[in-house]
C-alpha cells in the first residue's frame, strides 16, 4: 500500500549479486509456512499480481532472507484496506495475510516498523516540450508568471502538490485529479503514463516513486523527474516502513531485523526502479 516512489550512491549494487541467508525463525514463527503479503493487485509501481512491483521484489528478498515461501492475499488499495486484508478474519480462521509491504511512518491502522526508505513527491514534465532548462523548483518557479500561467499542472487531490500550488498562487493552473478512484483498473501512474505522456497536461507532481518508474516506463516522450524539497508549509518527503498486526512483537523486530541487516539490498530495489531517495534532507533524481 502506499501513501497513494534512482538513487546515486546505491547506483553499483546489483541485486542479483547479492547472497541472502536465512534467518532462523523465532519460537513464536517457528510454525510459520510461508511470508504471506497483503498486496493491491493493481498498484504499479508498489505491487500487481503479476509480482511486477517493489513491494513484490521485495517480498521476494525478504522470503529468501526467511527461509519461505512468498504467498498473496489480494485487496484493492481503496477504503478499509487493512481492514480487509491485514485485519480479515473470519470465526474459526486464521489471518489470510501478515505484512503490509509499504505504509508510512506515522500510520496508526497497524503496527509500524522502522522505516527502510525515505522518498518525496518529484515533478515530472516532458523533455523536449520548453522546460528542460528546469532541474529544481526553484527553477521552475523561475520560469516566471507568464510562462506559468501557460502551464497545466496535473496533481492528485488531497496531496500536498495541492498545499504547494496554492502557496505559490498556480492554483488556476492545477489539473486535479481524483486520488481514490472506485474503478479497480485505474492505478496511480496513469497522470504520468496517459495525462503527461498524451499532452493533456504540461507537468505532473506526484509521490516519487510513481515518477521514476512510469518515467523509465514511458518512452516517448521521454519524462524528466525532478524531486522536490519540503519546504515551509508544504511537506513533500516522507519515510516509509511495513506494517504487521498490533500486539506481534516477535514478527515485527524479525520484520526489522531483515530490514536492518538487508539495507543494501533493498536500496538496490528501489534504485532498479527510479525511486527518488532522500538522504540528510537532499534527494537525488531517477537515473535513465
Not at 538513487?7 to 510461508?34: G, H, N
Not at 523536449?128 to 510562462?147: A, Y
Not at 516502513?241 to 506481534?248: C, D, K, L, P, T
Request: aromatic letters at 10%.
Amino acid at each position: 500500500m502506499s501513501a497513494k516512489t534512482a538513487t546515486a550512491s546505491a547506483a553499483a549494487l546489483l541485486l542479483a549479486a547479492l547472497v541472502v541467508a536465512p534467518l532462523a525463525a523465532s519460537a513464536q514463527d517457528s510454525e510459520r509456512k510461508a511470508l504471506r503479503v497483503c498486496q493491491d493487485p493493481n498498484n504499479l509501481p508498489f505491487s500487481n499480481v503479476a509480482g511486477e512491483g517493489i513491494e513484490n521484489k521485495l517480498a521476494e528478498l525478504f522470503g529468501r532472507v526467511l527461509g519461505l515461501p512468498v504467498t498473496y492475499y489480494s485487496f484493492p488499495a481503496r477504503m478499509a484496506f487493512i481492514r480487509n486484508t491485514l485485519r480479515y478474519k473470519l470465526p474459526g480462521e486464521d489471518f489470510r495475510c501478515d505484512i503490509v509491504m509499504g505504509v508510512p511512518v506515522g500510520f496508526d491502522q497497524v503496527s509500524v516498523t522502522k522505516p527502510y526508505y525515505r522518498s518525496t513527491y518529484a515533478l515530472v514534465y516532458p523533455k523536449g516540450k520548453g522546460l528542460d532548462e528546469v532541474h529544481s523548483t526553484l527553477d521552475f518557479l523561475g520560469l516566471g508568471p507568464d510562462r506559468l500561467k501557460k502551464l497545466r499542472i496535473g496533481v492528485y487531490d488531497r496531496s500536498p502538490a495541492s498545499e504547494w500550488l496554492n502557496k505559490h498562487q498556480l492554483v488556476e493552473q492545477g489539473v486535479p485529479y481524483q486520488m481514490l478512484n472506485a474503478d479497480p483498473a485505474q492505478y496511480p501512474g496513469e497522470l504520468l503514463e496517459k495525462e503527461l505522456a498524451s499532452g493533456k497536461i504540461d507537468v505532473a507532481i506526484v509521490w516519487g516513486p510513481i515518477a521514476g518508474f512510469f518515467a523509465k516506463r514511458v518512452s516517448a516522450p521521454q519524462l524528466v523527474v525532478v524531486p522536490m524539497k519540503s519546504e515551509p508549509g508544504v511537506r513533500f518527503d516522507y519515510e516509509m516502513a511495513m506494517g504487521v498486526r498490533y500486539g506481534e512483537r516477535e514478527w515485527k523486530q524479525q520484520i526489522e531485523q531483515v530490514i536492518e541487516s538487508h539495507r543494501p539490498e533493498i536500496r538496490a530495489i528501489l534504485n532498479d526502479f527510479g525511486v527518488p531517495l532522500v538522504d540528510d534532507g537532499s534527494a537525488t533524481a531517477a537515473q535513465r
